[in-house]
C-alpha cells in the first residue's frame, strides 16, 4: 500500500493546474458510497434452523429507507461522466481535425476498455467458480445466490456505456440545443412512467435506463460549461429537485426508498421519475459545494488520497461483494456461523456493524493489491485499422447485453453439466473483440496525470 501511495503521489503532483478536481472526488466518493452502503444494507444471517437466509436492512426497518437517498449516488456518478466524456470527446476532436475517419470508434474503444477490461478477471473468476461449485455438487440455489450477490455491480456498466456511447449525439445536442437537451427527458420520463403504471405496457420501463441517466449526463456539460458557476443556481436545484422528490415519494406515489425494498417497487431497478428528482436533487447539492471542495482539495493529502482511490475504483467496485461473499462463506462454513445468528436491523446487528464492515475492507485488499493493475491496462486496436461503424456499435451492445444478463440473470444456471450460462460470459469477450481489442500496453506516468 506504501507503494501505491507514493505512486498517487506523484500522478498528483504532476495533475495539471486547470484540472477540475472535484470531478475525481465526486467519482471517489460515489463509489465509495455505493460499495459502504451494499456492506451496510445486505446481510446474510443464520436462522433457528441453522439455515443461511438472504436479508437485508431494507426489509425490516422503513426508516433506513432514507438513507437510500445517500447511499444511491449513481446519478453523481453520471454528472461526472457527463463532464469527464465531454472533455475527452471534445479533446479528441480537436485532435483528429478535419481527419474524422475512425474518430468514434476510436474514441468509443477507448472509453469502453476502461471499463471492461477490469471486469473480466471478476466475471472469468465466478464463471470458473461456478462451474467448480456445480462440479462438487454445491445446491445451485446456493451457487445462483452467491454469483448474484458477487456480479450485481456490473448492471451499472451495462447502462454507463450505452450512455457513454451517446455522447457524441449527447454533446452535440447540447451544444445546439442547450438546456433544452436536458429538458425533453423530463417529459419522457414521465411518460414512461405513466405508461408503466397507468396504461401497463409491459417492458417500456426499461428504456428509462437512458432517459434518467442521459438527462444527467447532460447536466455534466452544463457544468463543464459553467452553467452552474452561480452558487444560488445550483442551490436553487437542490431546492427545486428535493421539493419534487418529497411531494412524490412522502406523499406521492413513488416509495421513499431510492433503492430495491419489499413493500413497493424499485426506483432504480429501473429507474422511475423519483430517481430522476433524486439525481437533479444530488447535482444541486454537490455542485453548490464545488468551491468549498476544490479549496479543500488543494490540500496536497487529501488530493493524492483521491487519486489513490480513482486509480483502483473499478477495482473496489467490481470487487467489494465478491469481499462480502467470501466473508460470509468462511464465517458460516468455516467456523459454523459465527458472528451470523443476529437478524439485520436488531440492536446486536448494529453493534457489529463497524466490526463487519472492517472484515469487509481487510478481505477487499488482497483483491486490489491484485487487480487494480487492470485499472491502468489498456488495449491497442489490432494493426491500427478502423473498425467499421456497426462492428463498433455492435460490440458495445454485446458487452452491455452480456453485462446486464450477468446482474439480471446471474451466470449460475439450473441446468446443464457446468451449471454456468456460457453465452452470458461470452457475450463481453465477443463484443470485445468485435471492438478490435488488441495488445496490451500501460501509460506512463505522465499519460495518467493528464488524462
Same mark, same amino acid.
Given at each position: 500500500m506504501l507503494a501505491m501511495w507514493s505512486k498517487a503521489r506523484e500522478l498528483a503532483e504532476m495533475a495539471p493546474p486547470e484540472r477540475n478536481r472535484w470531478v475525481d472526488f465526486l467519482r471517489a466518493v460515489s463509489i465509495l458510497a455505493v460499495v459502504f452502503g451494499h456492506w451496510l444494507m445486505a446481510g446474510l444471517y443464520? $436462522?433457528?434452523? @441453522?439455515?443461511?437466509?438472504?436479508? $437485508? %436492512?431494507?426489509?425490516?426497518?422503513?426508516?433506513?429507507?432514507?438513507?437510500?437517498?445517500?447511499?444511491?449516488?449513481?446519478?453523481?456518478f453520471f454528472l461526472v461522466g457527463g463532464y469527464s466524456n465531454g472533455v475527452s470527446w471534445d479533446a479528441t476532436s480537436r485532435k483528429a481535425g478535419p481527419r474524422q475517419k475512425g474518430l468514434y470508434r476510436d474514441w468509443l474503444a477507448s472509453r469502453v476498455q476502461r471499463l471492461i477490461t477490469p471486469t473480466f478477471p471478476v466475471l472469468l473468476l465466478w464463471a470458473v467458480l461456478a462451474v467448480v461449485m456445480t462440479q462438487v455438487g454445491l445446491d445451485r440455489a446456493q451457487i445462483r445466490m452467491a454469483t448474484e450477490a458477487a456480479l450485481i455491480p456490473v448492471w451499472f456498466l451495462a447502462v454507463y456505456l450505452l450512455v457513454t456511447a451517446c455522447t457524441p449525439l449527447a454533446k452535440k445536442a447540447w451544444d445546439r440545443f442547450g438546456w433544452l437537451s436536458f429538458l425533453i427527458y423530463i417529459p419522457i420520463a414521465m411518460a414512461t412512467d405513466w405508461l408503466r403504471f397507468s396504461a401497463g405496457v409491459p417492458y417500456i420501463n426499461f428504456t428509462n435506463f437512458l432517459w434518467v441517466f442521459l438527462a444527467i449526463h447532460q447536466l455534466g456539460f452544463a457544468w463543464r460549461e459553467g452553467r452552474f458557476d452561480n452558487r444560488l443556481f445550483a442551490l436553487a436545484t437542490f431546492g427545486v429537485g428535493l421539493g419534487i422528490l418529497i411531494s412524490i415519494t412522502v406523499y406521492g406515489f413513488y416509495p421513499v426508498s431510492m433503492v430495491s425494498a419489499p413493500g413497493g417497487f424499485s426506483n432504480s431497478l429501473p429507474p422511475t421519475l423519483a430517481l430522476f428528482a433524486l439525481g437533479v436533487t444530488q447535482v444541486g447539492l454537490v455542485l453548490a459545494l464545488e468551491p468549498l471542495g476544490r479549496k479543500m482539495l488543494d490540500n496536497l493529502g487529501i488530493w493524492t488520497a483521491t487519486v489513490l482511490m480513482n486509480g483502483m475504483i473499478m477495482t473496489v467496485y467490481l470487487w467489494h461483494l465478491t469481499a462480502f461473499v467470501l466473508v460470509m462463506t468462511i464465517a458460516w462454513v468455516g467456523f459454523g456461523g459465527v458472528g451470523l445468528d443476529s437478524v439485520p436491523g436488531t440492536g446486536e446487528w448494529w453493534a457489529t456493524r463497524p466490526l463487519w464492515l472492517g472484515i469487509y475492507l481487510v478481505a477487499l485488499l488482497p483483491m486490489i493489491a491484485i487487480f487494480a493493475r487492470h485499472e491502468r491496462t489498456f488495449t491497442a486496436i489490432r494493426g491500427g485499422r478502423t473498425v467499421p461503424k456497426?462492428?463498433? #456499435?455492435?460490440?458495445?451492445?454485446?458487452?452491455?447485453?452480456?453485462?446486464?444478463?450477468?446482474?439480471?440473470?446471474?451466470?449460475?444456471?439450473?441446468?446443464? #453439466?457446468?451449471?454456468?450460462?456460457?453465452?452470458?460470459? !461470452? %457475450?463481453? %469477450?465477443? @463484443? !470485445?473483440?468485435?471492438? @478490435?481489442?488488441?495488445?496490451?500496453?500501460r501509460p506512463s506516468n505522465k499519460q495518467a496525470a493528464t488524462d
Open positions: 443464520v $436462522d433457528e434452523t @441453522g439455515g443461511l437466509q438472504r436479508g $437485508d %436492512l431494507l426489509s425490516v426497518s422503513t426508516w433506513a429507507h432514507w438513507l437510500t437517498w445517500a447511499f444511491q449516488v449513481m446519478p453523481v456497426i462492428r463498433t #456499435v455492435l460490440g458495445v451492445l454485446m458487452i452491455c447485453i452480456g453485462l446486464a444478463a450477468t446482474a439480471g440473470l446471474t451466470i449460475a444456471s439450473p441446468e446443464g #453439466v457446468t451449471g454456468v450460462r456460457l453465452w452470458v460470459i !461470452a %457475450l463481453p %469477450l465477443v @463484443g !470485445a473483440a468485435f471492438l @478490435g481489442f488488441g495488445p496490451i500496453y
